[in-house]
């Protein structure tokens, strides 16, 4: 069985930083394309960043230049570094991690707040 975790979410002000990460159990995060999505309260689910096996990285409008994710597969892990956070980025942050096509799995999810 696989399952993905997603840790590191939190409250913080804006223009502050967090690190989130997604831990893999059960397979090899490193052949997967791996993305992050967010979602916020009455919104739908939405891409933010993914970074494929071969290593190419690919980032939302919304957070390029703020946003770097990158993976570790000693730790079977890909992180998601969050600089210069705006209010606007508050929502769930969920991990994916996809082997093939209609192949993949999700993670639970883990709060990010950004907020006085």
């Known amino acids: 069985q696989v399952q993905l975790v997603e840790e590191g979410g939190g409250l913080v002000q804006p223009g502050g930083s967090l690190r989130l990460s997604c831990s893999a159990a059960?397979?090899?995060?490193?052949?997967?394309?791996v993305g992050w999505y967010r979602q916020a309260p009455g919104k739908e689910r939405e891409f933010v960043v993914s970074?494929?096996?071969?290593?190419?990285?690919d980032y939302a409008d919304s957070v390029k230049g703020r946003f770097t994710i990158s993976r570790d597969n000693a730790e079977n892990a890909v992180f998601l570094q969050m600089n210069s956070l705006k209010p606007e980025d508050t929502a769930v942050y969920y991990c994916?991690?996809?082997?093939?096509?209609?192949?993949?799995?999700w993670g639970q999810g883990t709060q990010v707040t950004v907020a006085r």
């Open positions: 994916n991690a996809r082997f093939s096509v209609d192949f993949d799995f």
């Open positions: 059960g397979t090899r995060i490193s052949r997967a394309t």
């Open positions: 970074i494929a096996d071969t290593g190419t990285t």
